[in-house]
């Protein structure tokens, strides 16, 4: 069964530095998400993306974060200036999106640990 | 503002039939998800809809503005966190987790 692919699993960074987390959607999927969950809480919305556009983002995704889908496979997330508080789990989703209503599926996270 | 609602924890024996509850108060939303999440792994779809549904052991029931997650038979190998999404179009409000402990 198609997956999403998340890599790496863990990325540790210096606070004020630039992280890039990469994920594979499933392949002819066409909503991209990306969540993230800091230890012990609940799953973020962070931000979503359709037809080469953010289509909606939560107050969290401010101007420290951007998404590109620069090749037509890769979806990445952007973190120019490493906070403290940006340590958490990231899961990046996709979706059919050919029916209304159609599920995410997750990958398996990025761990990112910021120092 | 737009929320869903489950409970923080929820306990049950083995065995026995498990409800996690949900409610929302979005406004658009029409269908449920729900999702079960293991620590390290990705979060994987047990049932969805706008109607009552079943997948193998898991039973989704179906008011406008709520639904339950039913577990049967449940199992030590079922702890984990358990969370309700409401949807509409594409966009999916997420409540904050409901996680099962299972006593043997």
């Known amino acids: 069964e198609p997956e999403v692919t998340q890599t790496p699993s863990h990325q540790v960074t210096q606070m004020g530095q630039e992280v890039i987390l990469r994920c594979v959607p499933i392949?002819?999927?066409?909503?991209f998400y990306w969540y993230r969950q800091i230890l012990g809480q609940k799953v973020e919305f962070l931000v979503s993306?359709?037809?080469?556009?953010?289509?909606?983002k939560s107050e969290i995704f401010d101007d420290q974060f951007s998404v590109e889908r620069p090749d037509g496979s890769n979806f990445t997330l952007k973190i120019r200036s490493t906070k403290l508080e940006d340590s958490a789990m990231y899961f990046c989703?996709?979706?059919?999106?050919?029916?209304?209503?159609?599920?995410?599926?997750f990958g398996n996270g990025t761990r990112l640990t910021v120092t | 503002k737009d929320q869903v609602f489950q409970p923080s924890t929820v306990a049950s024996s083995e065995g026995a039939v498990v409800e996690i509850f949900c409610n929302h108060s979005?406004?658009?939303?029409?269908?449920f998800f729900w999702y079960l999440h293991f620590p390290g792994c990705a979060p994987r779809l047990l049932v969805k809809?706008?109607?009552?549904?079943q997948q193998g052991r898991y039973n989704m029931t179906y008011e406008r503005f709520s639904s339950s997650l039913l577990i049967l038979q449940v199992r030590e190998a079922d702890a984990a966190v358990y969370y309700c999404?409401?949807?509409?179009?594409?966009?999916?409000?997420f409540g904050p987790g409901t996680r099962l402990s299972v006593l043997p």
């Open positions: 392949s002819n999927h066409l909503y």
């Open positions: 809809g706008s109607k009552p549904s």
């Open positions: 993306f359709y037809n080469n556009e953010i289509s909606e």
């Open positions: 979005v406004s658009n939303a029409y269908n």
């Open positions: 999404a409401a949807c509409y179009g594409q966009n999916f409000v």
């Open positions: 989703a996709s979706a059919p999106g050919q029916t209304t209503n159609s599920p995410l599926h």
